[in-house]
């Protein structure tokens, strides 16, 4: 990845923790890693653990963020999430994985967010 995509990335993940905080979530923890790859945000609303993917694009022309968020990626978070709890002693817990779609403009200001709660299951 190259450094611009970089900067892009990193500054959805401050636009998205500072979104998430907003509407009520405790953050727990940011680029944490595992064995699998990295939790972009792991967060706490209502007693559920969350952890968040954040996807951040400039441009339209490959649709919006979140579909950047395919099968494989997917089975990685469920593996991600679960070391966490394990590590964590936290197995028992609640939990699901969201995902904060950010879509910057050319100057990377926000131009819109979503967020899609319990965005992928049953991998």
Not at 51 to 76: H, I, M, Q, W
Not at 117 to 122: P, Q
């Amino acid at each position: 990845m190259g450094r611009e995509n970089r900067d892009v990335g990193k500054r959805g993940e401050k636009i998205a923790a500072g979104f998430l905080k907003h509407r009520g979530y405790e953050m727990l923890g940011a680029n944490i890693r595992t064995p699998f790859g990295e939790l972009d945000l792991v967060a706490k609303k209502d007693g559920v653990i969350v952890f968040v993917e954040t996807k951040t694009r400039v441009t339209d022309s490959l649709g919006p963020p979140y579909l950047n968020v395919t099968g494989d990626k997917a089975r990685r978070l469920v593996h991600n999430a679960m070391f966490y709890l394990k590590r964590r002693g936290k197995t028992d817990a609640y939990w699901r994985i969201d995902v904060v779609s950010v879509k910057l403009n050319a100057r990377l200001e926000l131009e819109h967010i979503e967020v899609i709660e319990n965005a992928v299951e049953d991998w």
